[in-house]
């Protein structure tokens, strides 16, 4: 049986498809959490510049290489948390999951901020004072309590958003 140049074409890209397999998964932004630091004490610059490039040799072992991995990492988290934002597929963000120092891996989802002003929007202060009603001066002004960590993107291109529970 003969083949036509197009049946071969035909058959040769068929092959071709199923041979290569192309990746037709789409690339979101995920966050990878992998807790807090050991010596968040003795947090120099040169301490958290080895987090970063540790952060790369770990999704290296995932995506293939590091030049990938640096590709892909858009922010590392190395001062009050130990983690990273990188563009992944579904499937790599599942394998990731499964590390055993991995706390949580979760889509980065930008967020519209409701205010830029949050001590008047929540009735902190009044023109910088602050009212003596204010749940502010009732909770002691936040001493030793973190509530939020708010990104807006502006330094970075993406919008992260982080609740921490203590």
Not at 20 to 28: E, F, G, M, R
Not at 102 to 122: A, E, Q
Request: glycine letters at 6%.
């Amino acid at each position: 049986m003969r083949l036509s140049c197009s049946g071969c074409c035909l058959l040769l890209s068929s092959l071709l498809f199923v041979l290569l397999k192309p990746s037709l998964s789409i690339k979101k932004s995920y966050v990878v959490y992998l807790g807090g630091h050991s010596n968040e004490e003795e947090m120099s610059e040169f301490y958290r510049n080895q987090v970063k490039e540790l952060h790369y040799d770990f999704l290296a072992s995932y995506v293939g290489s590091r030049d990938h991995a640096k590709d892909a990492i858009l922010y590392s988290y190395t001062r009050h948390i130990n983690g990273f934002a990188a563009i992944l597929d579904e499937e790599t963000a599942a394998d990731i999951s499964k590390h055993p120092n991995v706390i949580t891996i979760f889509p980065n989802k930008g967020r519209k901020l409701h205010t830029t002003r949050s001590w008047m929007f929540l009735g902190l202060e009044n023109n910088g004072v602050v009212p003596p009603d204010s749940i502010w001066k009732k909770a002691g002004f936040g001493e030793d309590v973190i509530i939020a960590n708010l990104d807006t993107g502006q330094f970075h291109s993406y919008q992260n958003f982080w609740f921490y529970y203590f």
